[in-house]
């Protein structure tokens, strides 16, 4: 089968998985985005509005911590320096 004789087959099948992929839910969602769904379009505001919130937020908790993350650093190296130390306290006996 060469020629243009390979064509009928072929856009049968384009065809039929067309029309299959219309009534998947992958079909659906493409129409409506492709057709400017209006629900669709005000999902897509209140998700940029609540990315921005959320951002906001991110951006408030880091300068929070921003001058606290030395403070941390150091109050972690000292917790790990006293457990370090009463594990050497705590040693059986003869151990060594």
Same mark, same amino acid.
């Given at each position: 089968?060469?020629?243009?004789?390979?064509?009928?087959?072929?856009?049968?099948?384009? %065809?039929?998985?067309?029309?299959a992929m219309m009534y998947t839910p992958l079909g659906?969602?493409?129409?409506?985005?492709?057709?400017?769904?209006?629900?669709? %379009?005000?999902?897509?505001?209140?998700?940029?509005?609540?990315?921005?919130? /959320?951002?906001?937020?991110?951006?408030? %908790?880091?300068?929070?911590?921003?001058?606290?993350?030395?403070?941390?650093?150091?109050?972690?190296?000292?917790?790990?320096?006293?457990?370090?130390?009463?594990?050497?306290?705590?040693? /059986?006996?003869?151990?060594?």
């Open positions: 089968m060469r020629g243009p004789e390979i064509l009928i087959p072929l856009v049968f099948f384009v %065809t039929a998985g067309g029309v659906r969602a493409l129409a409506r985005r492709l057709g400017g769904n209006k629900e669709a %379009t005000a999902d897509l505001e209140d998700l940029r509005a609540e990315v921005a919130d /959320l951002r906001a937020e991110l951006d408030d %908790t880091r300068a929070r911590l921003g001058g606290g993350i030395e403070e941390l650093h150091g109050r972690l190296d000292f917790a790990e320096r006293m457990l370090a130390q009463g594990k050497e306290k705590n040693a /059986l006996p003869g151990a060594r």
